[in-house]
């Protein structure tokens, strides 16, 4: 019997919200029992601006009157945040493996809590690692030129996170186990950080690589943030730093990515969900 058969359809957007928050609930205790894993996941960001403030912080130039720092967090947090959200193939993968989906496909519920539930979660893990994110920046130096700035910047971000947490999920949805989804997602990833101005600007770049980083969106949304955070800059920096664009401009580019990824995966998502035979 179906969830429709078994749930009044006036009720049914009702029951929909209460499945999708009774799977974020149950994900964000799975999580909160794995302490190890919560430390492990934020250790590494931490270990990353500490490293890049300290250690390479002082051979970057091209930022003008703009501490390194300043720079450094924006990029920081958006390769946090979309790494974090790798959680969400890996806790699909392990979910199917075990069978646990299979399970919850034969319940009465919606089909999309799953999903929704799993995305939320992670969103959730992606909002405390950000905090924590800019809470050790301010302690090393950084300092955003404006507050709003600085919380739109966050909005964003969660935004985008969430919007890719779809694409891991997606992936998860299809690898048959948990070292399936780092292999198929890592190459990924690594470049789209890396290749993007999440450390240094993309003026700095060869010609060919500065294509691909000033258009990709991970830079894109990067250059958003810091944009929002760092406050008005000089036309020569904003052309050294965000390739001549406005604020404004890479905030609705920003969130028509984060859109656009959120529509398209997440559609597939869910219709690689319904069609898994149970």
Same mark, same amino acid.
């Given at each position: 019997?179906?969830?429709?058969?078994?749930?009044?359809?006036?009720?049914?957007?009702?029951?929909?919200?209460?499945?999708?928050?009774?799977?974020?609930?149950?994900?964000?205790?799975?999580?909160?029992?794995?302490?190890?894993?919560?430390?492990?996941?934020?250790?590494?960001?931490?270990?990353?601006?500490?490293?890049?403030?300290?250690?390479?912080?002082?051979?970057?130039?091209?930022?003008?009157?703009?501490?390194?720092?300043?720079?450094?967090?924006?990029?920081?947090?958006?390769?946090?945040?979309?790494?974090?959200?790798?959680?969400?193939?890996?806790?699909?993968?392990?979910?199917?493996?075990?069978?646990?989906?299979?399970?919850?496909?034969?319940?009465?519920?919606?089909?999309?809590?799953?999903? &929704?539930?799993?995305?939320?979660?992670?969103?959730?893990? #992606? $909002? +405390?690692?950000?905090?924590? =994110?800019?809470? !050790?920046?301010? @302690?090393v130096g950084f300092r955003p030129e404006s507050i709003p700035g600085l919380l739109l910047g966050v909005l964003l971000l969660l935004g985008f996170a969430l919007?890719?947490?779809?694409?891991?999920?997606?992936?998860?949805?299809?690898?048959?186990?948990?070292?399936?989804?780092?292999?198929?997602?890592?190459?990924?990833?690594?470049?789209?950080?890396?290749?993007?101005?999440?450390?240094?600007?993309?003026?700095?770049?060869?010609?060919?690589?500065?294509?691909? &980083?000033?258009?990709?969106?991970?830079?894109?949304?990067? #250059? $958003? +943030?810091?944009?929002?955070? =760092?406050?008005? !800059?000089?036309? @020569?920096?904003?052309?050294?730093?965000?390739?001549?664009?406005?604020?404004?401009?890479?905030?609705?580019?920003?969130?028509?990515?984060?859109?656009?990824?959120?529509?398209?995966?997440?559609?597939?998502?869910?219709?690689?969900?319904?069609?898994?035979?149970?």
């Amino acid at each position: 019997m179906t969830t429709s058969e078994l749930r009044p359809a006036s009720n049914s957007l009702r029951w929909t919200i209460s499945d999708c928050l009774a799977m974020t609930g149950r994900n964000v205790r799975r999580l909160m029992r794995a302490p190890d894993q919560v430390v492990f996941t934020l250790l590494s960001p931490i270990m990353f601006t500490l490293l890049f403030r300290y250690v390479f912080g002082g051979a970057i130039r091209g930022l003008g009157n703009i501490n390194y720092v300043n720079y450094l967090i924006p990029g920081i947090a958006v390769q946090t945040a979309i790494f974090t959200a790798g959680n969400s193939g890996f806790a699909l993968a392990e979910d199917r493996g075990k069978g646990f989906i299979d399970r919850l496909r034969s319940l009465p519920m919606a089909r999309s809590a799953v999903l &929704a539930g799993r995305v939320s979660a992670d969103t959730l893990s #992606n $909002a +405390v690692g950000l905090f924590i =994110i800019i809470a !050790v920046g301010v @302690a090393v130096g950084f300092r955003p030129e404006s507050i709003p700035g600085l919380l739109l910047g966050v909005l964003l971000l969660l935004g985008f996170a969430l919007a890719t947490c779809f694409i891991f999920a997606l992936v998860g949805m299809y690898a048959s186990n948990v070292q399936t989804v780092n292999a198929a997602t890592f190459p990924v990833i690594f470049p789209l950080t890396f290749a993007s101005s999440a450390f240094v600007p993309t003026s700095t770049m060869p010609s060919w690589l500065r294509a691909f &980083a000033d258009h990709q969106p991970v830079t894109i949304v990067i #250059n $958003a +943030v810091r944009a929002l955070t =760092i406050g008005n !800059v000089s036309s @020569a920096q904003r052309e050294q730093l965000f390739a001549g664009q406005s604020t404004s401009s890479l905030v609705i580019q920003s969130l028509l990515w984060a859109l656009g990824i959120g529509l398209v995966f997440g559609s597939l998502a869910v219709r690689r969900y319904n069609s898994t035979s149970i």
